[in-house]
């Protein structure tokens, strides 16, 4: 496969992934949590990446691109890990969510606090025992490979 081919591979796959995750959340109606969100930024900069590297400078822009999609693999590495309780996530969407014990009476019954937080411990989906974070974690690091053989390529 030529370099070219190897780019477009890699940036189609960030868009595919990241047109699924707007799908599952728009269309399937599974909000994101924050770490799903966190594995979408470095899709989005994969796909600008790619666009720029089938400009010019293709091996340095491969290089980031595989940087790119290592990132969004190892936070999807980090969310699984935390859904299936290997090690703690952020507090702030993990364990119990809000630190209730440390909250008063008025901030326990105010109206204004933040609805519908979703955990970012909890498995919403799952297809052959990996949920989508694990999935990220898979492709991503497949587009991965991807970038580095575009980048080494002559």
């Not at 070219?4 to 799908?23: H, M, N």
């Not at 691109?65 to 952020?90: D, F, K, N, Q, R």
């Not at 949920?131 to 898979?138: C, E, R």
Request: glycine share 14%.
């Amino acid at each position: 496969m030529t370099r070219k081919t190897l780019i477009l591979l890699a940036t189609f796959g960030s868009a595919a992934l990241l047109l699924g995750a707007f799908g599952f959340q728009h269309i399937g109606g599974l909000a994101p949590c924050k770490m799903c969100l966190w594995q979408r930024w470095p899709h989005a900069a994969a796909i600008l990446i790619g666009g720029a590297a089938l400009m010019g400078r293709p091996r340095l822009l491969a290089w980031l691109g595989a940087l790119a999609t290592a990132t969004t693999g190892t936070i999807g590495v980090y969310h699984a890990g935390v859904e299936w309780g290997w090690w703690p996530g952020p507090t702030s969407c993990s364990g119990s969510g809000a630190d209730l014990g440390a909250m008063d009476g008025g901030a326990l019954l105010a109206l204004d606090t933040p609805t519908g937080v979703v955990m970012c411990d909890e498995i919403v989906w799952q297809l052959l025992g990996l949920s989508m974070a694990g999935w990220n974690a898979v492709i991503a690091f497949a587009l991965t490979a991807l970038w580095i053989m575009a980048a080494r390529r002559g």
